[in-house]
């Protein structure tokens, strides 16, 4: 019913930028809360950062100032913008996404299968 699908992800070098998407497709009714998380090489997956609906964001606290998230829900899109990536960044990035469904549904967590973000030192 619904699809996350990442894009954006790639080798850069420290202190460089990537922009990642996440496109929405198929059958449901509105995307709620959306987020970014990520899997560090052998460890486990934590938040990255939130972002509701009418816009209001929540990020891990030490990725403050270099990482934005946003959304354009017209296009069922989110996206998260990195800056000053640090090596410790390399990492999968999944996406996350609360979706209603239909409009008598509650929310049903999705998730993406995530994008490679490599940083070089």
């Known amino acids: 019913q619904v699809q996350l699908v990442e894009s954006g992800g790639g080798l850069v070098q420290d202190g460089g930028s990537l922009r990642l998407s996440c496109a929405a497709s198929g059958r449901f009714f509105r995307l709620n809360d959306m987020g970014w998380y990520r899997q560090p090489p052998g460890k486990q997956r934590d938040l990255v950062a939130t972002?509701?609906?009418?816009?209001?964001?929540n990020y891990a606290d030490p990725l403050k100032g270099r990482f934005t998230i946003s959304r354009d829900n017209a296009k069922n899109t989110v996206y998260l913008q990195m800056n000053s990536l640090k090596p410790e960044d390399t990492a999968v990035y999944y996406c996350?996404?609360?979706?209603?469904?239909?409009?008598?549904?509650?929310?049903?967590?999705?998730w993406g299968q995530g994008t490679q973000v490599t940083v070089s030192s």
């Open positions: 996350n996404a609360r979706v209603a469904v239909t409009p008598m549904s509650t929310s049903t967590s999705f």
């Open positions: 972002i509701g609906r009418s816009g209001s964001t």
